[in-house]
């Protein structure tokens, strides 16, 4: 039973092991603490769903809606998890918002991110202050911080393996950059752009804008590509145009 003030629970176990931790609303099984093996002082939680927020010891201030949602969060604060197993296995992790069933699902101390869609920031695990809005969005996306992906399958396997780092990539579109693996520094707008043509995947510093805009070279680094259907030319330097149309001008040229 809990002493802890002004609590909520409904449902088999919900807030079972809560004890002084006040301000809390569980609703459903297990839901808030009710698997926890100590649950005392969390608070300030909303958890709705079958084993939302179960297992929490002393985090506060999150929210978790669906099943499984937040599940594994013992001393996590403000956290928001809606979708099933959103935030799954996150643990010790703060400040993390993932909308969309398996959104960030593996996540276990990477904190600060934001995941939106189906799948979103899925195989994240220590990855922090990352965006992904879409479905798939970042979806390989492991240990690496510091990227921003808006569209279906935007920099879907962008993964620095070696280590983990802050990648600076930004990608807005369809499928912008989707093959983009270690590739770092990028930005990438429009519909399939990196992707059409000769796929961007481990260039770092190139500026695509366009519907198809094309880097050129799987390892293009410093290119600026700015037409739809336009396609890098060389290393520094900058293209623009529309489609075959195109003017390339090198980096320094007078």
Do not use: C, W
């Amino acid at each position: 039973g809990t002493t802890g003030d002004a609590n909520t629970f409904v449902g088999a176990f919900a807030g079972e092991e809560v004890s002084t931790g006040g301000s809390n609303t569980a609703i459903g099984y297990n839901a808030g603490g009710g698997a926890s093996s100590s649950a005392s002082t969390a608070g300030n939680n909303t958890s709705i769903g079958h084993s939302a927020l179960e297992a929490v010891e002393d985090g506060h201030s999150n929210s978790a809606i669906g099943k499984n949602t937040l599940l594994s969060t013992t001393s996590g604060d403000s956290n928001t998890a809606v979708g099933f197993a959103a935030l799954q296995n996150n643990s010790t992790a703060d400040g993390n918002t993932a909308v969309g069933g398996f959104a960030m699902q593996v996540n276990t101390t990477g904190a600060d991110s934001v995941a939106m869609g189906y799948q979103a920031l899925d195989a994240n695990t220590t990855g922090s202050q990352n965006t992904a809005i879409g479905h798939g969005a970042l979806s390989a996306n492991i240990d690496d911080s510091g990227s921003t992906a808006l569209g279906y399958r935007a920099l879907y396997n962008s993964n620095y393996t070696t280590s983990a780092t802050t990648i600076y990539n930004v990608a807005l579109g369809f499928q912008a950059g989707y093959s983009v693996s270690t590739g770092t520094s990028n930005v990438i707008i429009g519909g399939n752009a990196g992707q059409a043509g000769t796929a961007l995947t481990t260039g770092d510093s190139n500026v695509l804008i366009g519907r198809d805009a094309q880097p050129g070279a799987a390892d293009a680094a410093n290119r600026i590509v700015l037409g739809r259907n336009v396609q890098g030319n060389a290393d520094d330097s900058f293209v623009i145009g529309n489609g075959s149309t195109d003017s390339a001008i090198a980096f320094g040229a007078t």
